[in-house]
Every structure is written in structure tokens, then in C-alpha cells.
């Protein structure tokens, strides 16, 4: 297990390190395979990675012993999602035992939640006149997680709307019929199998809930009640108020801050694979936590 405590290194690094410890692959809702995921990663420099699909291991588990895992350092990942109150929250697991029966047991459950989450979905779009949802969500998923991004490229392929953003605007965002929050398991039963796998668990993008001031801090202070032990202070392209304002709330916190681009796929205004972690304003990082505790 990471210690709650970890030392600060006095010094910065003299050389350059590239992380990235959330990125996406077809094993959930990315364009690129695991595969592909990591010869991107290798060539843009990263040398500590995770793949960390939505509730499944399964791209971890495809390329976790290949010359390129090893080239770009990948360790186990996941983004386990689960409910917080009302609100549905993403938990990041790092450097875990895959082959773990309490992560095992959390994948298999989040696998059946989100079929069950998915016939909810399709049923309400059903009430406002989308019919056959369910079988092209999972005909677009295929193997993967299925999830509402599934719904939505079927949506556009069936001419019920013009894009992807038009899908969650009208159907499958905050508050729209497609919103099915019911089916996850508590932060701390997550929080728990991540630990119980001898892994870190890191809250994931704090601010995409937004929460107001009082809330963020209370589901920061459960989420440490439970075990989790890292925040993510960088997600994608983030404003320097908001790297500011994380580096802040981690440190107030006392949990150690982890970063990742979030990259699903390629588009223009799009995050790229890789953090460099040597312009952030911090010395200490969740992976020299992992690294000092194998």
C-alpha cells in the first residue's frame, strides 16, 4: 500500500518526464486499440502510462506484457465509475493487481451495471421516439464497456441527430432522459477494491462535477475516508486557474496529485497523449509514491 505520507522531493528533475495516467482505448469508449494507444505513447516520449478504460481491465490485460509496455513504463490502470450522494464520480485505480479478486469482483459488477444502465437508457429514448437503441449501442460496442457514447455514434449513424454533441445536448447530458445514474456502487466500495488490490486510487477530474466549494470538499474528504490517497490536479487541456485551484485542494488534502490528458481520440481542440510533468507546479507525484513502494 502508498502511504499517506510521502516526502517531497527537494530538487526538480534534470531531465525531462512525460506521464500520462488517464488515457482511453477501444476496451471502453477511445478510437485507438491498446495497441495502437501505447506505440502513440512511445512516440510521444512518455515513460510512465496507464490505460485506464472505463470499468475493465481488459486493456491493461491485452498489452501489459509487451516490448512496447515496457518502453513507455505502463502499469495497471482503471476509471472505476460509482456514485457519490447524487452525483456519479470517476475514481481512478493505479498499480493494482489485476488478477485481484476484489478487483475482479468490482469489474464484473460495473460490466453487469452497465448493461442493466444501458436497457435504461434505450427504454427512456424509447418514451421520446428513438427506438432500437439497445441493440445498435451494443452492435457499436462490440466487446467494449458499453456506455452512452456507444448510444450516441448510433444515433448519429441513424440520422436521429447530427453529431455526438448534439446527442448528449438533447438526449444523453446532465439531465436528459439518457442521464441513468442509478446502477453504481458506492465511492467507497470502489475506493476499497482498488486498495484491497494493493493499488492507489485517485479521484479523477474533481471539477467536472461541478460541485460548488463546500461539496467538492466534502466528497474530497469521504473519498480520502475511504482510502483513496491521490487527486487528479491536470486532465486534458485545463485552464491555469484550475491547476492552481487542484494543486490547492490535493494539498490541503493531503493527497498526492496525479495527471493524465484523458485522451480518447484524435480532434482538433483535443488533448495529445503525454504530461510533462517537469512545468507543473508540484515536486511530488502519485507514480513516485508507486515507484518508492515496490
Known amino acids: 500500500m502508498i502511504s499517506l505520507l510521502v516526502r517531497a522531493v527537494s530538487a ?10 488517464h488515457t482511453h482505448s477501444l476496451a471502453s469508449d477511445g478510437a485507438l486499440s491498446p495497441e495502437q494507444l501505447l506505440v ?26 509487451s516490448k512496447e509496455a515496457r518502453e513507455v513504463g505502463l502499469i495497471s490502470g482503471v476509471e472505476l465509475s460509482c456514485k457519490w450522494a447524487t452525483t456519479t464520480i470517476h475514481v ?15 469489474v464484473s459488477q460495473l460490466t453487469e451495471a452497465r448493461q442493466q444502465r444501458a436497457e435504461k437508457i434505450a427504454s427512456r429514448l424509447e418514451k421520446v421516439g428513438i427506438s432500437g437503441a ?11 464497456q458499453i456506455g452512452r457514447p456507444h448510444f450516441a455514434g448510433w444515433m448519429v449513424d441513424n440520422g436521429c441527430v447530427s453529431s455526438i454533441t ?12 439518457g442521464d441513468v445514474k442509478m446502477f453504481w456502487p458506492s465511492i467507497s466500495d470502489v475506493v476499497g477494491a482498488i486498495t484491497e488490490s494493493q493499488g492507489a486510487a485517485v479521484l479523477a477530474h474533481p471539477l467536472k462535477y461541478k460541485l460548488t466549494g463546500m461539496k467538492l470538499r466534502a466528497l474530497v474528504n469521504d473519498f480520502k475516508a475511504a482510502g483513496g490517497v ?8 485545463q485552464p491555469p486557474v484550475d491547476l492552481k485551484r487542484l494543486v490547492q485542494l490535493a494539498d490541503a488534502a493531503e493527497l498526492i ?7 480518447h481520440r484524435d480532434f482538433e481542440y483535443g488533448p495529445k497523449l503525454g504530461v510533462d510533468a517537469d512545468r507543473l507546479p508540484v515536486n511530488h ?9 515496490q
Request: hydrophobic share 40%.
Open 285 to 293: 507525484y502519485i507514480w513516485d509514491a508507486l515507484e518508492s513502494s
Open 92 to 106: 481512478i485505480g493505479l498499480g493494482f493487481d489485476a488478477s485481484a479478486p476484489s478487483m475482479m469482483a468490482m
Open 40 to 65: 502513440r505513447a512511445k512516440e510521444a516520449g512518455v515513460t510512465r502510462f496507464a490505460i485506464t478504460d472505463h470499468d475493465t481491465t481488459a486493456g491493461y490485460d491485452a498489452v501489459k506484457d
Open 12 to 21: 526538480r528533475r534534470l531531465i525531462f518526464v512525460i506521464v500520462d495516467f
Open 230 to 237: 491521490g487527486l487528479e490536479i491536470l486532465n486534458g487541456r
Open 166 to 177: 448534439e446527442a448528449f445536448d438533447k438526449y444523453l447530458g446532465a439531465g436528459k432522459p
Open 134 to 144: 439497445l441493440n445498435g449501442a451494443r452492435n457499436r460496442a462490440g466487446d467494449s
Open 257 to 263: 496529485p496525479s495527471v493524465g490528458s484523458d485522451f
